[in-house]
């Protein structure tokens, strides 16, 4: 049996193989649980590094950059993007990698770089139109800001987004996510110390600075399948590939989103399951454009959503593409 490590921030105790582990949330897991089974099925044992302390293992699989302290084959999954882990695009940690997987579609190669997608495990949902959804529109993300000085990230445009409902639709808007009790934060070092001191003054003083915040949410379904619209904005925007779950979250509830993010989104997934933030001058466009929606329309958003997850075009983004993909690549070479 073949011994390897899966290297990752918070990545212990083998937890993110385990489906009932009560962090799973929205079964955020199973992704890694199908490429631990897919290595079994080629007599290859993954283990987060911790479990296998003390042992000899073959090869190591990083999640983002990490120290290399594994001196035989070692792989890398790029997940974050330049503007949140910049370390993941200094060109010279990527030297001890023999191969790298990467959402940017102009880094895959094919070769060395190996595309892969932001893996989902894919629900379709029932088209039910305005039924149950009593509420308009959300947004479910963290407070957070970007590590760097980037003018496509998109940290900043949330919060104006949020702003924008707040005095303008208060009632048609929700808030959900972590952090959002604390003012909005600033990017770099400065920003996650001032982000700490308030965190410490709200034991003493009480702050409201986003009067639309809800509180945290166990499970994003929960508040997606009551909710016509999302604010489905990724970190960082004109990023080719850059597609994570959070378009994804909301086809899965039904839920129509409001997306802006990587450059090639209509390449991958058809223009007419989503709104497109691009098309729009402002929030207040985008709001107007809404409001004016009417059920059939809307039923309609939901029946194409529909037939693209039973397509075979969201296979690249579900949880076997990503095992796949991986277990193959690597699998093939080890063999060489």
Known sequence: MILANLVGPQLIQNRIFDLTDPANRDNCFEPYAQLREAFLRHEIEINTSDVNAGQSVDFELHQDVRSHAQTGAVYLMLFETPVVYPNNWNTDAWTPY???????????????????????????????????????CCMIAGNKAATKFDLRELYSERVRVIRWFETNAPRDFDLYGVDWDLPPCRPGMIGKIIKRMWRYGSKWIRLVPFPSYRGKVDHKRDVLNNTRFAIAYENVRDLPGYITEKIFDCFFSGCVPVYWGSSTITDVIPADCFIDRRNFADTASVYAHLKAMDEATYIGYQQRIVTFLQSDAVYPFSSACFAKTIVETIVSDLER
């Open 98 to 136: 023999r191969k790298i997987f990467t959402w940017d579609d102009d880094l895959a190669d094919g070769n060395r770089f190996i595309k892969f997608n932001f893996p989902n495990p894919i629900t379709v949902p029932a088209v039910t139109g305005f039924a149950g959804r009593e509420r308009f």
